[in-house]
C-alpha cells in the first residue's frame, strides 16, 4: 500500500529534516506530504523542540516559488518566514533517495484570506452580495490562473512524486474562522443557500449558459431573508430542504450543474498546465465520476471512524471508482480519535480489506509523538 505522513515545513526547520524524514522511513512509510501553500491556524506541537502553541501565517507558500510563473497572474505566492532562509521542498527533495521517500506537495488552492482580503474582487459572495474573504472563487479567471500556476510551479521545478490539492472549489460559508460568530442557528439548507456564490464572475459565467442568476439570486435572497426574519423559528410556508426548493425553483439545479462545470473545467486546467512533469495530482475529496480521468487518485477522509465504519466508507468508495485510479484513505492520529496502536492497526487494515490503495496519516506535526510511533506497528501488520 502507498502509505504518506502529512507534516509542515516548520517540522523541518525546528526539529530537523534529516531527522523528521528518518523518522517517516523508519516507520516504512512511501511518501511524505508537506504542506506547499497553506492558510492559518491555532496548533499545539506536543514533540517540537522550540514551540508548543503556533500560530501560521495566512494563505502562503512554504516553497520558493518561480515568479516568472506568475508574471501574468493578478494574485502573487508570499514565501512564509519558515521557508525564507531554506527551501525545504528543495531541501527534502534533495534527500528523498537516501530515505526511500517520495515527495508530495499538499497544496491548499482556493482556501487563503491573506490573498482575499488584498484581491476583495476574487472572492466568493453570497446572495446578499457580501464577501467570504477565506473563499477564493474559482469562477474568477485571476483565481484560476494563480491556482494553476501554482500547481504548475511546484510539478515542473521540484522532484514531486504527487500534487495532492485541497480546495481546488467552491468553498462556502462555514470556515472555521477566528471567533467566527452564528448567534442564528441556521438549518442545513440556509448554510447551503448561503454557500453558494453570485460574485460578477459567477453571474456573468452563468449568464453566458443561459442562466438567469440575476433573478435566481433574488429569489434565494427573498427566501433567506424570510428564514431570518422568523428564526429562531422556520417559516411553514417556504421548502424546508434542498429537495423541497430544487421543485419550486428549478433554475438552481442549472445553476449546482454550472457550479460543478466549473469545479471540473479548473481541474482540467490545471492538469493540463502539469503537461510535460512527472508528478501525479491527487485530489482531497471523495469520487466523482466526471473527476475520474482528471486525477490519479481520490483521498477521502476517515478521521475518527472505527475499523468497521472505516471499511464500508472505503468499499463504497472503491466500488464507485471499480480500480480506475487509485484509493486513499486519511486517517488521524491524536485528535482523540485513535485509543491505541491495536485501535490504528485495525483501521489500517480495513483499508486494506476494502481495496483501498493507500494510507494517510495526519499529521505529523499536530500528533502526539507515542501516536505517531503507532504508525511504524500498523504499516508492519499489514
Not at 430544487?246 to 502539469?274: T, Y
Not at 475499523?307 to 486519511?330: M, N, Q, T, Y
Request: some cysteine; overall charge neutral.
Amino acid at each position: 500500500m502507498y502509505s504518506a505522513l502529512w507534516m509542515f515545513a516548520w517540522d523541518l526547520q525546528d526539529e530537523g529534516v534529516e531527522k523528521v524524514l528518518g523518522f517517516a522511513a523508519d516507520c516504512g512509510l512511501s511518501a511524505v506530504q508537506i504542506a506547499s501553500s497553506y492558510h492559518a491556524g491555532n496548533f499545539i506541537l506536543g514533540h517540537n523542540p522550540k514551540r508548543v502553541a503556533y500560530f501560521p501565517e495566512d494563505g502562503v507558500a512554504y516553497f520558493h516559488p518561480h515568479l516568472e510563473l506568475y508574471a501574468g497572474t493578478k494574485l502573487k505566492p508570499k514565501i512564509a518566514e519558515v521557508s525564507r532562509r531554506t527551501d525545504w521542498f528543495a531541501e527534502a527533495g534533495q534527500r528523498l533517495d537516501r530515505f526511500g521517500l517520495k515527495l508530495v506537495a499538499w497544496t491548499v488552492c482556493c482556501h487563503n484570506t491573506r490573498l482575499g482580503l488584498l484581491h476583495p474582487d476574487c472572492v466568493s459572495r453570497n446572495v446578499f452580495g457580501d464577501p467570504y474573504y477565506h473563499a477564493l472563487c474559482p469562477s474568477n479567471d485571476d483565481v484560476r490562473a494563480y491556482v494553476v500556476a501554482l500547481v504548475k510551479d511546484l510539478a515542473a521545478n521540484y522532484p514531486m512524486y504527487a500534487v495532492q490539492l485541497e480546495s481546488p472549489e467552491f468553498m462556502g460559508l462555514v470556515h472555521g474562522h477566528h471567533h467566527e460568530r452564528q448567534g442564528v442557528v441556521l438549518d442545513p439548507l440556509s448554510v447551503s443557500l448561503l454557500s453558494l456564490c453570485f460574485c460578477e464572475a459567477c453571474l456573468r459565467k452563468a449568464g453566458e449558459r443561459g442562466i438567469d442568476a440575476q433573478k435566481l439570486r433574488a429569489t434565494l435572497r427573498e427566501h433567506l431573508r424570510a428564514v431570518l426574519d422568523r428564526a429562531p423559528f422556520y417559516p411553514l410556508d417556504r421548502p424546508g430542504d434542498m429537495a423541497g426548493l430544487l421543485a419550486a425553483c428549478p433554475e438552481l439545479g442549472r445553476f449546482a450543474e454550472f457550479r460543478e462545470q466549473i469545479a471540473l473545467s479548473l481541474l482540467k486546467e490545471i492538469r493540463d498546465g502539469m503537461g510535460g512533469t512527472k508528478s501525479k495530482l491527487f485530489l482531497l475529496g471523495g469520487p466523482s465520476e466526471r473527476r475520474i480521468g482528471l486525477v490519479d487518485a481520490f483521498e477521502i477522509g476517515i478521521y475518527g471512524k472505527k475499523p468497521f465504519e472505516a471499511e464500508g466508507i472505503v468499499s463504497k468508495a472503491a466500488r464507485a471508482i471499480r480500480g480506475r485510479v487509485e484509493l486513499h484513505a486519511g486517517i488521524r492520529v491524536g485528535f482523540n480519535s485513535i485509543s491505541g496502536p491495536g485501535d490504528l492497526t485495525d483501521t489500517v487494515r480495513s483499508v486494506k480489506d476494502a481495496d483501498g490503495d493507500g494510507v494517510l496519516f495526519y499529521n505529523y506535526s499536530e500528533a502526539p509523538l507515542e501516536a505517531l510511533r503507532w504508525i511504524k506497528t500498523a504499516l508492519a501488520g499489514v
